[in-house]
C-alpha cells in the first residue's frame, strides 16, 4: 500500500514587520509499486536520434540501447519506438491504425526489436517533431495516467528554429515526463535542459557511447519503478497571502513557481509527475502582512495529492516575537537548499560567461561555485568543478580557470550543477 509522509524544516519566528516566511517540506514515498500499478495501465515511448551524425559506430550502440529500453519494459506497458532525424518517425508498431501504441508481450517485444535493427543514421535533427509524435502517440491512448519517454541525441536542433522547438515542448506540458540525454559532445546542454525541465526529467551526458546500453536499461528500470502515476503538491495560503516561489530541491532544483495551477481562490497545485519509493524535498516561499508580535498564524497547508486523495500535509507556521534569538535564525534545511539553488545558477552563468570569453565573470562565478559545493558539502560538484578550475581555496572561492578543458568535463558539470544533495547530519 502506498504511503506518503510529511515533514517540515522551518524557523517559524518573524521580527516585527516581518512578511516572509520559508519553509523546506520533506516528502517521502513508501510502497509505491511498479508503473501501472494503481490501476491504470502505463506508457513508455523510446526516441532515438538516427540522424547522420550519429555515424555508423554509434548507430549501432544507439540500437543496442533501445533494445535493453525494450528489454525492460514490464508486460502489459503500453509501448512505441520512435526514429528521429529531421523529421520523427515511428519505429514500432508499424501500421498501428488509431492508437499508436502497443502494449508489451512477448511477441511484441521481439516485433519491435527487429524493427530497431532497421535503424539507419541519416538527415538531420529536430527534436520539435520528435516531441509532437511522442505526444500524438501518448495521447492515442485514451485515460493513459502514466507516460514517460527517454529522449536520446547526439546534435543540436539544427533543423528547426528556437521558436519551433518551444512550440513543441509548450504543446507537450502535462502530457507526459521525458528523461533526455546526450551522447558525446556535439549537443548543447542549454536546449536539451529546457526539455527535461518542462517534462519534469532528468538531462545527462553520455560521453562514452558504449555506456548507452546501461543508461536506457537504468532510465526504463526506474521508470517501471514509479507505482504512483501522477501526484500534485497542492499549497493553501491564507486570505492575502502570496507564494513567492516553490522549487523542488532535492534530489534536483526544479523551479516549479510558473507551473501553478487555480484549485480555488486560495490554493494551488504544482505539479511533481510520478514516485517511485523516494524522498523529495520542496522550497516553499509565503509572504504575509505583518502581524503584531505575539501573533501566530498558518502561513501555508502544503499537501501531496494523488488523483483528489490527500496522502499527507505539513504545516507552515508564522509567529512575530521581538526575540531577535529567535527571529535572527536562519533554518540549516533552508540555508543548505538556498545555497544549493545559487550553486546550480553559479555554475551555469560561470559556464556561459567561460564560453563567452568573459574570463573574469567565469573566474568570479566558478569561484562562488566552489566556495558554495564546499560549504554545502556537495562533494560530486566539487569533483566536477575540480576538472573545470584549479582551486587555491575552497572556503574563500579563489579559483584559476583551467588551460585546458575536456568537453565533455564541462558539459558533465553543466549538466550536473541542478543535482542536489541533503544537509549533512
Not at 61 to 69: F, G, I, T
Not at 80 to 89: C, I, S, T
Not at 398 to 413: G, N, P
Request: with cysteine; net charge negative.
Amino acid at each position: 500500500m502506498t504511503e506518503f509522509t510529511a515533514a517540515v524544516y522551518q524557523n517559524e519566528f518573524l521580527p516585527a514587520g516581518g512578511t516572509d516566511v520559508h519553509a523546506i517540506v520533506n516528502l517521502s514515498c513508501t510502497g509505491a509499486g511498479q508503473a501501472g500499478a494503481g490501476g491504470g495501465a502505463a506508457g513508455e515511448i523510446i526516441a532515438v536520434d538516427t540522424s547522420g551524425s550519429m555515424g555508423s559506430a554509434n548507430m549501432e550502440l544507439a540500437k543496442r540501447a533501445a533494445v535493453a529500453a525494450v528489454e525492460n519494459i514490464h508486460d502489459g506497458t503500453w509501448f512505441a519506438v520512435v526514429a528521429g532525424n529531421h523529421r520523427a518517425f515511428l519505429a514500432y508498431p508499424r501500421n498501428p491504425g488509431a492508437v499508436g501504441m502497443v502494449q508489451m508481450t512477448p511477441q511484441t517485444r521481439f516485433e519491435a526489436i527487429n524493427a530497431i535493427a532497421t535503424f539507419r543514421a541519416q538527415g538531420g535533427t529536430a527534436i520539435g517533431s520528435w516531441l509532437n509524435l511522442t505526444r500524438a502517440l501518448f495521447d492515442s491512448v485514451p485515460n493513459l495516467p502514466q507516460r514517460h519517454a527517454i529522449i536520446l541525441t547526439d546534435g543540436e536542433n539544427h533543423n528547426e528554429t528556437p521558436a519551433q522547438l518551444d512550440e513543441a515542448i509548450n504543446a507537450c506540458l502535462g502530457s507526459f515526463q521525458a528523461d533526455c540525454r546526450g551522447v558525446g559532445t556535439d549537443w548543447k546542454v542549454s536546449e536539451v535542459r529546457r526539455i527535461s525541465q518542462a517534462l519534469l526529467g532528468t538531462v545527462d551526458i553520455i560521453p562514452r557511447p558504449e555506456d548507452m546500453p546501461r543508461v536506457f536499461a537504468e532510465l526504463v528500470q526506474q521508470s517501471m519503478s514509479r507505482g504512483v502515476a501522477d501526484a500534485a503538491l497542492r499549497v493553501w495560503t491564507p486570505q492575502g497571502a502570496q507564494v513567492l516561489f516553490c522549487r523542488q530541491v532535492l534530489p534536483q532544483v526544479e523551479d516549479l513557481t510558473g507551473r501553478a495551477s487555480q484549485v480555488n481562490p486560495l490554493t494551488v497545485d504544482y505539479p511533481t509527475g510520478s514516485w517511485s519509493d523516494e524522498s523529495r524535498d520542496y522550497h516553499v516561499a509565503v509572504r504575509l502582512a505583518a502581524r503584531e508580535l505575539g501573533q501566530e498564524q498558518l502561513a501555508a497547508r502544503v499537501q501531496i495529492v494523488v488523483g483528489e486523495q490527500t496522502m499527507a500535509q505539513g504545516l507552515v507556521k508564522a509567529r512575530w516575537s521581538d526575540d531577535d534569538s529567535l527571529t535572527a535564525r536562519i533554518d540549516p534545511a533552508v540555508a543548505h537548499y538556498t545555497g544549493q539553488t545559487e550553486l546550480a545558477d553559479a555554475i551555469q552563468q560561470g559556464l556561459a560567461a567561460k564560453a563567452a570569453g568573459r574570463t573574469d565573470e567565469a573566474t568570479t562565478r566558478l569561484g562562488r561555485a566552489v566556495q558554495l559545493a564546499a560549504a554545502t558539502g556537495n562533494e560530486e560538484a566539487t569533483s566536477r568543478l575540480r576538472k573545470v578550475v584549479d582551486i587555491d581555496d575552497p572556503e574563500t572561492g579563489t579559483v584559476r580557470l583551467k588551460a585546458s578543458v575536456d568537453k565533455a568535463d564541462e558539459m558533465a558539470l553543466d549538466t550536473a550543477s541542478t543535482k542536489t544533495t541533503r544537509i549533512r547530519g
